[in-house]
């Protein structure tokens, strides 16, 4: 089985930064793909940011200039880097992994959620 750990969020005032980290355990074979989304209160689950196993990246236009999104291969690791945070930040925040384990092919898996609350 592969399991995924999230940490860093947090509350913060606007402005200011957090960092999230996501890191993968397990039977994993390898990594593909890795990214962060974010579901708000009454809101639809949505995209903040991608990155391929090549170090491409991919973000939503709101996050564009304010968020990075990195990865540690040796550690299995995906971050994001949230700079200059508003208010309408304040969600859950939900890394997602693609790879393959080492026993039963491809796969998909969502972490838990991570707090992420922005005061004004």
């Known amino acids: 089985q592969v399991q995924l750990v999230e940490s860093g969020g947090g509350l913060v005032q606007a402005g200011g930064s957090l960092r999230l980290s996501c890191a993968a355990s397990g039977s994993i074979f390898r990594l593909n793909a890795m990214g962060w989304y974010r579901q708000a209160p009454g809101k639809e689950r949505e995209l903040v940011a991608a990155i391929t196993s090549g170090g491409v990246t991919n973000y939503a236009d709101s996050m564009k200039g304010r968020f990075t999104v990195s990865r540690d291969n040796a550690k299995n690791t995906v971050y994001l880097q949230m700079n200059s945070l508003k208010p309408e930040d304040t969600a859950v925040y939900y890394c997602?992994?693609?790879?393959?384990?080492?026993?039963?092919?491809?796969?998909?898996?969502w972490g838990r959620g991570a707090q992420v609350t922005v005061s004004s």
């Open positions: 997602y992994v693609e790879g393959r384990t080492t026993y039963r092919g491809d796969f998909g898996l």
